[in-house]
């Protein structure tokens, strides 16, 4: 029995030797934040049906690791998730505020979408394969996507891809296949369901040129994208796509150059969004014939170096919103429905203001001022200073915002605010750095809220009661603080 013994592990030990290696090393990074945040909204008359006066305060935290497994030289697995993001004892966190689930799950996306409840005690975003090949870095599977160029236009998130980058002696080129989103094969066996079933899905080709020497940089994105989320959708369809209008399908171009310079003490830096396709009628009974589509954004960014200081200024454009062309049945212009798919707008990254359009704001208050997450419909002027001293930096801002159109279209009926001034904002941060890992950020804002935010009437003068708009936003301040750990 002892010989036997003896046999059975010395043939174990020699599998064990003889097995593939696992992964030679593991790499970890990520972050860890706990921010509290104040917001107090005033209103004309106190009171309306979109609302009235409002406070709340609350703290919310999220840790983010991202772990990669190194199989071999070149070549590793990459994983994402983030664990506890949440407000501090918010009851919508899977059932009750200590964090023991036993209601429904939030479903947020695995995409990290906004707009949803807050996520589960883990929520994995990414998983990918990285190999760096004598041909080009090759990225399979869920990987970090929708980033190019300048911040303007980026809104990084979690999608299924496959992505080529070749470096070269002057820059880089690449190429890139996403799909945001398939319905095939939960369509296919439902009769019920029409028109082109098996052919629903979101999905993209991208190719991509970027130049760079010690001073400059430039490059190119075209991208071609096909969104059929909708074919045979209607509005009582429980899977279609609320930025799309229903039983249409959608393709076109997006076209993105931008430059970066650096001249001396001179940081410069601009990139232009342009968005033509087309809204095919399909099967829709909402628009009577196809739809031409054209979105336009941009932004000019600039800052001077002083010493330890610095001065700067940006402008910003995103087309207008196009509802009374839309409404017409007309060619739609604007960039209202543009966060459906890869159209022109600001983005979510680019966190210009403390308050409006802040992707914070949205996440964590919902969308309180009816504008969402990133510049649309607006031009933005801004002018901002900072200074570092010692471990301190400090920073300032001052806005100004203006909608392009003040129409909006809203079931079947047009409305038309006052005016089309945002208003003014104000913002001021100060980040203390603890360590080379840990920060912590103190700031507030205040918005001046100008005539776009008053009272929106329809044709015949009746008040949109849905919005705050009904309430008379008059102003609005934050104040923030963050502790920030990175590892």
């Known amino acids: ?76 697995l990459i994983t994402r998730f ?77 999608t299924a891809l496959i992505q080529w980058i070749l470096p070269t002696q002057w820059g880089m080129i690449g190429a890139k296949y996403f799909k945001s989103w398939e319905g095939s094969p939960r369509d296919t066996g439902n009769r019920d369901l029409q028109y082109n079933s098996n052919d629903r899905d979101d999905s993209a080709y991208v190719g991509i040129a970027m130049y760079k020497t010690k001073d400059i940089e430039t490059g190119l994105k075209v991208a071609y994208r096909r969104l059929a989320d909708n074919a045979g959708r209607a509005y009582s369809d429980e899977y279609m796509n609320d930025n799309l209008i229903p039983n249409t399908l959608i393709d076109g171009f997006l076209i993105t150059p931008y430059f970066i310079g650096q001249f001396g003490p001179v940081k410069f830096q601009t990139e232009v969004e342009y968005w033509k396709g087309t809204v095919n009628k399909e099967n829709s009974d909402v628009i009577k014939h196809d739809l031409d589509m054209e979105f336009w954004a941009g932004w000019l960014d600039g800052k001077v170096d002083i010493g330890p200081a610095y001065i700067g200024g940006r402008f910003i454009y995103a087309s207008g919103a196009g509802w009374k062309d839309f409404a017409k049945h007309n060619d739609l212009k604007g960039s209202n429905f543009s966060e459906g798919f890869e159209g022109a707008w600001g983005g979510t990254d680019l966190k210009q203001t403390l308050i409006l359009w802040n992707e914070d704001v949205i996440n964590w208050v919902g969308d309180a001022f009816n504008l969402g997450g990133g510049v649309k419909n607006a031009y933005v002027y801004q002018v901002n200073a900072g200074y570092k001293w010692n471990d301190f930096n400090f920073y300032g801002a001052l806005a100004y915002a203006r909608a392009v159109e003040s129409d909006t279209f809203q079931n079947g009926s047009e409305y038309k605010a006052k005016d089309n001034d945002y208003g003014w904002e104000l913002d001021a941060t100060v980040t203390y750095n603890i360590t080379n890992n840990l920060s912590y950020m103190v700031g507030a804002g205040y918005l001046w809220a100008g005539d776009y935010f008053k009272s929106k009437t329809d044709v015949n003068g009746v008040a949109d009661l849905s919005s705050p708009y009904s309430a008379g936003l008059d102003k609005v301040y934050v104040i923030t603080n963050k502790l920030t750990l990175t590892f």
């Open 1 to 76: 029995m002892k010989k036997l013994w003896i046999v059975l592990i010395s043939l174990a030990m020699v599998a064990a030797f003889c097995m593939p290696a696992a992964a030679v090393d593991v790499k970890f990074s990520g972050s860890f934040y706990v921010a509290g945040d104040y917001y107090d909204v005033k209103t004309n008359n106190g009171y309306g049906g979109g609302g009235g006066d409002w406070t709340t305060a609350f703290f919310r935290q999220r840790l983010r690791v991202q772990t990669e497994f190194v199989v071999s030289p070149g070549l590793s």
């Open 82 to 158: 983030d664990a506890l993001e949440k407000v501090w004892g918010d009851n919508n966190w899977a059932g009750n505020a200590n964090g023991t689930s036993y209601g429904d799950t939030s479903g947020r996306s695995s995409r990290g979408a906004r707009g949803s409840l807050e996520q589960e005690n883990i929520e994995f975003q990414q998983a990918y394969i990285q190999y760096m090949s004598k041909v080009g870095m090759w990225w399979v599977g869920y990987a970090p996507h929708d980033f190019w160029g300048t911040t303007f236009g980026d809104s990084t998130r979690s």
